[in-house]
């Protein structure tokens, strides 16, 4: 099923994994649901829509970057790819920053993982 539910632009997204409207982050392009922080696999660089796989982002583990605040690691469920996105802490509905923590517990072999 390649369903386009995720809508993505600068208006906000409703969220694939949760259903949930996603507000637009103003400072930003956000790229992953600051309720559940699940993303979608739609980027090769960040916002520039360049992948085809649109697979489901499940985030796996987070860790605290001295430069970016955290930074989310997330796995592909339909290709497998690992991907790092920073967490968004400030504008419009920025991330729920205790399930972030709750991230930061969990243990994800993401180096050395293809
Ligand atoms: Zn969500
Ligand atoms: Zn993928």
Known sequence: METKRFQKNDGGFICAHCGRDVPPLKTTSR?????????IHIDINPGDRACGCLGQLE???AYPDSKKGYVIVYRCQKCGEVR???AALKGNEPDDLN?????????FPYQGHK
């Open 31 to 39: 790229d992953h649901c600051p309720y559940c922080l699940w993303s």
């Open 59 to 61: 985030p796996m583990t």
């Open 84 to 86: 790092k996105c920073r």
């Open 99 to 107: 399930l972030i923590i709750e991230l930061t517990s969990e243990q």
